[in-house]
């Protein structure tokens, strides 16, 4: 199965999560910083509850989906979703997630996750 997701899709509505975070005691503004944070699929955007400090998380059941952005022209990461555990090797787990995405273009230098590198403009990683 695949999932596709536009790059801009993601925390792009209302002018872009960083630019309307700062007005979150709006209720409506709150509810599409929520709804942004719960379109993240890394899970690298994260709401949190004022008053109890804990994370905010999507109800996800367990899958594994194939992300595509064909707007891009690009295969993105592996979505893990539902606190599947990701095993290294190794037999390292990872911290157990609600929702992570894992590389499978081989240039993230966050391995196993992703970094976006599969967008060559965003991540042009220097050799050093």
């Known amino acids: 199965m695949t999932h596709e997701l536009g790059r801009t899709k993601?925390?792009?509505r209302a002018g872009g999560i960083w630019n309307i975070i700062k007005e979150s005691e709006d209720p409506k503004i709150k509810k599409t910083v929520i709804e942004e944070t719960f379109e993240c699929p890394s899970g690298r955007l994260t709401a949190y509850d004022k008053d109890t400090r804990e994370a905010m998380e999507p109800?996800?059941?367990?899958s594994i989906t194939a992300v595509e952005d064909p707007f891009a022209g690009v295969?993105?990461?592996?979505?893990?979703r539902g606190c599947?555990?990701?095993e290294s090797a190794d037999d390292k787990i990872y911290c157990v997630?609600?929702?992570v995405t894992l590389c499978r273009c081989e240039k993230?230098?966050?391995k196993p996750f992703c970094d976006s590198s599969h967008y060559p403009e965003e991540h042009e990683h220097k050799e050093e």
């Open 108 to 110: 993230s230098l966050n």
């Open 59 to 62: 109800t996800l059941e367990k």
């Open 10 to 12: 993601t925390s792009a």
């Open 75 to 80: 295969s993105g990461p592996l979505w893990v």
């Open 84 to 86: 599947i555990p990701v």
């Open 97 to 99: 997630r609600n929702r």
